[in-house]
C-alpha cells in the first residue's frame, strides 16, 4: 500500500522557471521529510516538516506542510539545473513491529532543469 | 556526509546463489536499514535492526534475512538469489526512531541477477 502520492511523477522545465511538487496521503502524520537523490547516490535529506501550516524555507526551496498534516509540497523558484534530481517525500508510520517505525516513502518526482 | 559504506558496489551473478552485501557504519547509530529501490515503486523497505542482534522485517522481506552480530555493520543476504531481486538496494542508519528522526544513506548497491 502506498501511502503517499507524489506528483507529478516527471518534470522537465527550463532554467528560471519556478515549479511546485506535491505529495499527499489519506493518513495524518506526524512530520514528512523531503529527499533528494542524484544519480548513483544515496537520498539526501533537505528538511522536515513538522507543524500543520508549517513553511521552510532552504534558499530557493520552499516546503510547506498542510494544515491536517496529510499533505506537503515542495515550491521551487527560479530553477537551476543543480536541482536536476528525483524528490521523495516520506514520512513514518506504525509497523507492525512493537519494535519501532517505517519510513514510507513516496515514488518520487524526477526534475530536469535544462540550460 | 555520515560514515556508510555499502559494499560492493556493483554485483552481477547467477539465479540461485547466494549473495551477500554488507553496510558498514562509523556513526555509532543504533537504527539500521536496508532498502531496495525499484522504478515504479520507489524506495521500499526489507528489513531493519534496532540494536545488535534485533531485526525485524519491513514491507518487502520474502527471500532475504538480515544479520546484525556488531553495532557497525549489518548484512543482507539473498540465500538464493531470483532475477526479481535485481534491484539497487541502499542501506540506511538513523540515530533514533519517531517522527522527526532522520534517515542516512549509503550510495547504494546495483545487484543484477542473471
Known amino acids: 500500500t502506498q501511502l503517499l502520492e507524489q506528483s507529478p511523477q516527471f518534470l522537465s522545465i527550463q532554467e528560471g522557471e519556478n515549479l511546485t511538487v506535491y505529495c499527499n496521503s489519506s493518513s495524518v502524520f506526524s512530520s514528512l521529510q523531503w529527499y533528494r537523490q542524484e544519480p548513483g547516490e544515496g537520498p539526501v535529506l533537505l528538511v522536515t516538516?513538522?507543524?500543520?501550516?508549517e513553511v521552510k524555507k532552504l534558499k530557493r526551496l520552499t516546503f510547506q506542510f498542510g494544515d491536517a498534516r496529510k499533505d506537503s509540497s515542495l515550491h521551487i523558484t527560479a530553477a537551476q539545473p543543480g536541482d536536476t534530481g528525483l524528490y521523495l517525500c516520506a514520512g513514518y508510520s506504525t509497523s507492525n513491529s512493537n519494535s519501532g517505525y517505517a519510513l514510507n516513502f513516496g515514488k518520487g518526482t524526477s526534475l530536469l532543469v535544462t540550460p | 556526509d555520515a560514515g556508510i559504506t555499502q559494499s560492493p558496489r556493483h554485483k552481477v551473478t547467477e539465479t540461485g546463489t547466494p549473495v551477500t552485501l554488507r553496510c558498514h557504519q562509523t556513526?555509532?547509530?543504533?537504527?539500521m536499514y536496508w532498502y531496495r529501490q525499484d522504478p515504479g515503486h520507489g524506495l521500499r523497505l526489507i528489513h531493519y535492526?534496532?540494536?545488535?542482534?534485533?531485526?525485524d522485517k519491513g514491507e518487502v522481506s520474502d527471500g532475504y534475512s538480515v544479520s546484525r552480530s556488531k553495532t557497525e555493520d549489518f548484512l543482507l543476504t539473498l540465500e538464493s538469489a531470483t532475477s526479481s531481486q535485481t534491484s539497487v538496494y541502499f542501506c540506511a542508519i538513523s540515530s533514533g526512531q519517531g517522527a522527526n528522526q532522520p534517515q542516512h544513506f549509503g550510495d547504494g548497491t546495483r545487484l543484477s541477477i542473471l
Open positions: 535492526s534496532y540494536g545488535v542482534k534485533d531485526t
Open positions: 556513526e555509532n547509530h543504533r537504527y
Open positions: 516538516v513538522v507543524t500543520g501550516g
